[in-house]
């Protein structure tokens, strides 16, 4: 089981840290990333670690403000957002596979566990 905590209503140039606990198994070896679904959109990809944790991976929009990472001791997996901006409004999601291999990471149905969600929003 995940679950994302973090969110909440901010302001443009604000930071936020989306943390996602994992219950019930050890992330460890997982591949794990973050999607967010705007109001109205899609669902999109954000960012993920590989399952070693040496590959990060971020869409375009949010590379060089947003960071992740995995803390396997403490079963997390963090979103550090900063810069924030109102397009970055979304409700986030983190997800987790075991056998997701790099090329995947980006690709939503490819994740077996799904957080359920922890809405962002960023006023202008």
């Known amino acids: 089981q995940l679950q994302a905590s973090g969110g909440g209503l901010v302001q443009a140039g604000d930071s936020l840290r989306l943390s996602c606990a994992a219950s019930g198994r050890s992330i460890r070896g997982y591949g794990m990333g973050w999607f967010r679904q705007p109001p109205g959109k899609e669902r999109e990809f954000v960012a993920a670690?590989?399952?070693?944790?040496?590959?990060?991976y971020y869409e375009d929009s949010v590379k060089g403000r947003f960071t992740i990472s995995r803390d396997n001791a403490k079963n997390t997996l963090y979103l550090q957002m900063t810069s924030l901006k109102p397009e970055d409004t979304a409700v986030y999601y983190c997800a987790a596979d075991p056998g997701i291999i790099t090329s995947s990471l980006r690709i939503a149905h490819h994740y077996d566990y799904w957080g359920q969600g922890t809405q962002v929003t960023v006023s202008s």
């Open positions: 670690i590989s399952r070693s944790g040496g590959g990060t």
